[in-house]
């Protein structure tokens, strides 16, 4: 090697040197984030669940032995059975609503810090 090139290539060698090494103890710690994830199953009561079952309807010979006075309050009555189980259907569904919307309150409190 030429003796100017020596003296460079030394210089060259110590900076990579000194690079490296001050270079590997200055790392910084990582910082580890953990996100836990808690699962909360709350089931809906059976009381909401239960079926709602209409009233069955009369016979074919007995309703077609009615007058006709009677066959419109048979089927008056028969809607208004129908009514008021859609209501309680109804009614449960809105039940179900709000106690999914109570359980997402729920979760979301305790998950606050």
Same mark, same amino acid.
Not at 70 to 97: F, H
């Given at each position: 090697?030429? @003796?100017?090139?020596? %003296?460079?290539?030394?210089?060259?060698?110590?900076?990579?040197?000194?690079?490296?090494?001050?270079?590997?103890?200055?790392?910084?710690? =990582?910082?580890?984030?953990?996100? /836990?994830?808690?699962?909360?199953?709350? =089931?809906?009561?059976? =009381? +909401?669940?239960? $079926?709602?079952?209409?009233?069955?309807?009369?016979?074919? $010979?007995? @309703?077609?032995?009615?007058?006709?006075?009677?066959? !419109? +309050? @048979?089927? #008056?009555?028969?809607?208004?059975?129908?009514?008021? #189980?859609? #209501?309680?259907? #109804?009614?449960?569904?809105?039940?179900?609503?709000?106690? /999914?919307?109570?359980?997402? !309150?729920?979760?979301?409190? !305790? =998950?606050? %810090?």
């Amino acid at each position: 090697m030429s @003796y100017v090139l020596r %003296p460079l290539f030394l210089m060259l060698m110590l900076t990579v040197i000194a690079v490296f090494t001050t270079g590997c103890a200055t790392t910084k710690e =990582s910082v580890k984030v953990v996100h /836990q994830t808690k699962t909360v199953y709350l =089931s809906i009561p059976d =009381s +909401l669940t239960t $079926p709602v079952i209409p009233s069955r309807p009369v016979e074919k $010979p007995i @309703y077609m032995s009615y007058t006709d006075k009677e066959k !419109e +309050l @048979y089927l #008056n009555g028969v809607v208004l059975d129908l009514y008021k #189980n859609l #209501n309680t259907c #109804n009614g449960n569904l809105t039940s179900i609503r709000k106690l /999914q919307g109570t359980m997402k !309150e729920a979760v979301t409190h !305790e =998950s606050k %810090p």
